[in-house]
Nanobody, 127 residues
Framework: QVQLVESGGGLVQAGGSLRLSCAAS????????MGWFRQAPGKEREFVAG????????YFAHSVKGRFTISRDNAKNSVYLQMTSLNPEDTAVYYC????????????????????WGQGTRVTVSS
């Protein structure tokens, strides 16, 4: 089992940047493919970015591609989401999620594939 704690959210002006962090408990962090999702008010939770166990494979939602990057540090049991060129449409609660998999290069965009979720961190982008 793994527990996830997100941090780094806040209020930022349009065009600004934020870096979200997700710290995982446990000694088997590198057994998990990791993802970031977000949920805006009145909308369903949507995939933002994912990274494989090894970090060799990443995948991004079309809406954030070229603006967001995802990375992980297995030695620190952490995954990061660097967000740049933020716009008001990026306003949401951002969730970190873990997917236990035997496949080193696997990334899923499907919310139901993920086994564990953090509590979320709120990002607000003002215009």
């Amino acid at each position: 089992q793994v527990q996830l704690v997100e941090s780094g959210g806040g209020l930022v002006q349009a065009g600004g940047s934020l870096r979200l962090s997700c710290a995982a408990s446990g000694r088997t962090f590198n057994s998990y493919s990791m993802g970031w999702f977000r949920q805006a008010p009145g909308k369903e939770r949507e995939f933002v970015a994912g990274i494989s166990r090894s970090g060799s494979t990443t995948y991004f939602a079309h809406s954030v591609k070229g603006r967001f990057t995802i990375s992980r540090d297995n030695a620190k049991n952490s995954v990061y989401l660097q967000m740049t060129s933020l716009n008001p449409e990026d306003t949401a609660v951002y969730y970190c999620a873990a997917l236990e998999t035997a496949l080193l290069g696997y990334v899923s965009i499907l919310r139901n594939d993920y086994n564990y979720w953090g509590q979320g961190t709120r990002v607000t982008v003002s215009s």
